[in-house]
């Protein structure tokens, strides 16, 4: 069962412009939210993370909005840089700290 | 770098074989964790040690088991192997069993079932 979704896998996005990915959760219970970047054999690294008290976080380019009457949460990134061509990955965890993943979403961003 | 070490990179086996795949954790990093990210799939949180005690369970198939050490690097053990066991194995470690920003995941393990 996918309590965490990410609907849109892949996006391509142009240099400079706005990039937005989107995700939805339905365990009520999740209370800290996080984004996780992956290059090509690495592992994931978190990017940005933002608690169920707030509903924005930021932190230079990238911003995480929280919306938890929706159970929605997105994360923009401007301006978008080719070095955020990546595969980013939406998770959240409730009080057992344990991580629940969505597939992931594969960003390119054209020259 | 993340400081996370896990060995093999790759592997190739067939079913019905056992395989274990190593992790060692970042230098202080008391808690570790599997995950598996099979195709198409996020990762799938299997289980959590914390200073060598088991701390949390997800979904791990029974023919999976985990244990860390004294020396707190941990081993997955995987046995009777199936095509479908065929994934990305990756461990994380942390400084303490909490705060989930900062876990730090290696490189991962790409195990294939032929």
């Known amino acids: 069962d996918q309590q965490v979704k990410q609907n849109s896998p892949s996006l391509s996005v142009q240099e400079g412009r706005i990039s937005i990915l989107n995700c939805d959760y339905t365990?009520?219970?999740?209370?800290?939210f996080l984004w996780y970047k992956k290059y090509p054999a690495e592992g994931p690294t978190f990017l940005i993370s933002?608690?169920?008290?707030?509903d924005k976080n930021e932190d230079g380019r990238f911003t995480v909005f929280l919306n938890k009457s929706a159970k929605h949460l997105s994360l923009h990134i401007v301006p978008s840089q080719p070095g955020d061509s990546a595969v980013y990955f939406c998770?959240?965890?409730?009080?057992?700290?344990?991580?629940?993943f969505g597939a992931g979403t594969t960003v390119t961003v054209r020259a | 770098d993340s400081g996370v070490t896990q060995t093999p990179k790759h592997l190739i086996t067939a079913t019905g074989q056992r395989v274990t795949l190593r992790c060692s954790p970042r230098?202080?990093?008391?808690?570790v964790y599997w995950y598996q990210q099979s195709l198409d799939q996020g990762l799938q949180f299997l289980i959590q040690?914390?200073?060598?005690?088991?701390?949390a369970k997800g979904n791990i198939l029974e023919r999976f088991s985990a244990q860390q050490f004294p020396d707190l690097h941990s081993e997955l053990n995987l046995s009777s192997l199936e095509l479908g066991d065929s994934a990305l194995y990756f461990c994380?470690?942390?400084?303490?069993?909490?705060?989930?920003?900062?876990?730090?995941f290696g490189e991962g393990s790409w195990l294939t079932v032929v």
């Open positions: 365990n009520s219970m999740f209370d800290y």
């Open positions: 994380a470690s942390s400084p303490i069993a909490a705060a989930p920003d900062t876990i730090y």
């Open positions: 998770a959240a965890s409730g009080s057992d700290y344990k991580l629940s």
């Open positions: 230098s202080g990093d008391l808690s």
């Open positions: 933002i608690s169920s008290i707030k």
């Open positions: 040690y914390y200073n060598g005690e088991e701390r």
